[in-house]
């Protein structure tokens, strides 16, 4: 199977393998299918014996209960391979069981290795991953204390300014980062940054406050002919300093973390090496587009403005998962309505 799988890979490489739209795979998810095949090599020298791939003719009974057994034997030892020995959790299991599916699609569609459809069988799971939100006063504070930014080392300080940009656009990192100078538009006086997503190729038109034209000019000083607004920075680098940043805004107050094994919600307040979980702590990237998203949700903008300039549609499920109304928010919300209720006669 592994060597199927690798020649899978160098296709999508290569674009010999295409989208269904005809477009090219992108080489995020090629360097996806290159941990799953790791992770397929992995699981063969556990089991001491290759993942064998047969083909199936369909018109024997035994040879198809003997094809059903061995898959469904392969999909529970597999995930639990990943979910014991990896410690892996719901999503990143159900991406690389979709990625195993998409793999057996190619070699029945596109290699004509008719391997039957016991791999349909693969359960694809998935997870809500609560992810850390800003409330406005934390983002204020970021922007306006200046005082806090300049206690910051230069490190620090980029970071901080890239952190604000995003909390403030709502951009996924990967258009983020791609994001030009160029880009930059100037018209009745305001500055728009008008983007094309990578994810949803949707056209978004995002109009700039006047801090984050400041932070844009901070670093066209030191662009040094870089095309980009921002420098590239490995994504493990960038976490760690976001992470540092809260640390030092103060934001270090306990909190518990939730994932999913199986289904199961597993809730912890210690990580593995025995330190307690803080809001600083859970701080990524991903903190950026839900802040910016769920900010722009609390103080008053409208539902379909928010989904214009984070790039969904109107009827968009995946909107909601980057919707994270923070407690202290739906308590005062709460509030508000008991208030009137009691007003009514």
Not at 186 to 194: A, E, I, S
Not at 236 to 259: P, V
Not at 310 to 316: A, I, K, V
């Amino acid at each position: 199977m592994t060597k199927l799988f690798d020649r899978f890979l160098k296709d999508s490489y290569k674009g010999k393998r295409l989208k269904a739209n005809g477009n090219r795979i992108k080489h995020q998810t090629i360097r996806n299918y290159e941990y799953v095949l790791s992770y397929l090599v992995m699981f063969e020298q556990k089991q001491q014996a290759p993942i064998r791939i047969r083909v199936f003719k369909g018109n024997n009974k035994r040879e198809f209960l003997t094809e059903k057994k061995y898959w469904a034997k392969f999909y529970q030892d597999f995930t639990s391979f990943l979910y014991k020995e990896k410690n892996c959790y719901d999503n990143y299991v159900g991406m690389i069981t979709k990625t195993i599916r998409v793999f057996f699609g190619y070699l029945n569609r596109e290699l004509g290795i008719v391997t039957g459809d016991f791999y349909k069988s693969f359960y694809v799971c998935q997870e809500e991953i609560p992810i850390i939100t800003l409330m406005p006063e934390q983002l204020n504070f970021l922007i306006n204390d200046n005082q806090f930014k300049h206690s910051l080392s230069r490190p620090l300080e980029k970071a901080r300014n890239i952190f604000i940009f995003g909390c403030t656009v709502g951009l996924r990192i990967s258009d983020l980062f791609v994001t030009k100078f160029s880009d930059i538009e100037y018209t009745g006086g305001c500055y728009y940054l008008p983007v094309k997503t990578i994810k949803t190729a949707s056209r978004v038109r995002i109009k700039l406050p006047g801090y984050a034209m400041d932070i844009i000019r901070e670093f066209r000083k030191s662009a040094k002919g870089r095309k980009t607004i921002f420098p590239p920075v490995p994504p493990t680098r960038f976490n760690n300093q976001i992470k540092s940043l809260a640390e030092l805004a103060g934001w270090t107050h306990q909190i518990s973390k939730t994932r999913n094994k199986r289904g199961r919600s597993e809730e912890t307040l210690f990580s593995e090496t025995g330190r307690a979980y803080r809001f600083c702590d859970l701080v990524s990237s991903h903190t950026m587009r839900i802040t910016a998203i769920t900010t722009m949700l609390m103080l008053g903008m409208k539902e379909h403005v928010v989904k214009q300039i984070s790039g969904h549609t109107n009827d968009s499920k995946s909107f909601y998962r980057y919707v994270n109304f923070v407690q202290s928010y739906v308590d005062n919300e709460m509030d508000r309505v008991f208030e009137e209720l009691g007003k009514i006669v």
